[in-house]
């Protein structure tokens, strides 16, 4: 019987430890936090400056932002540039997964 509990015990404590040590397999961003993390990545990999326009669209547990670079044309209307857009794409832990080329 002493066993029986022992081993219940060890069990018991065994599951809620390794229970308590996995961490979530994603953290949910939230939209603004999304568009920073594409923010930086844009930042690092094109010199568009501030001439971007970000758009979020939640994909399960990953975040879509569709980057596009913005010109003004000399009567300071809005144009953009051909191929000038970016997909990124963010897991729910806020890791870049995908970057896309506009064509």
């Known amino acids: ?16 430890t390794s ?3 996995e961490r979530p397999s994603a953290i949910f961003l939230d939209e603004t936090r999304a568009i920073e993390i594409a ?6 990999r094109e010199s568009w ?10 994909e ?5 932002i569709l980057v596009l ?6 009567d300071g209307t809005e144009v ?4 000038g857009h970016r997909l990124v794409i963010v897991d729910g832990e806020g890791k870049v997964i995908r970057y896309i080329l506009g064509r």
Do not use: N
């Not at 019987?1 to 809620?16: D, E, P, Q, V, Y």
């Open 69 to 74: 670079r913005v010109d003004h044309a000399p």
């Open 60 to 64: 399960g547990q990953e975040w879509h």
């Open 1 to 16: 019987m002493r066993a029986g509990r022992a081993c219940s015990l060890f069990l018991a404590i065994t599951f809620t």
């Open 49 to 58: 400056g501030d001439k971007t326009l970000y758009e979020a669209r939640r």
């Open 80 to 83: 953009f540039t051909y191929g």
């Open 39 to 44: 923010r930086k990545e844009i930042e690092r």
């Open 19 to 21: 229970c308590a040590s």
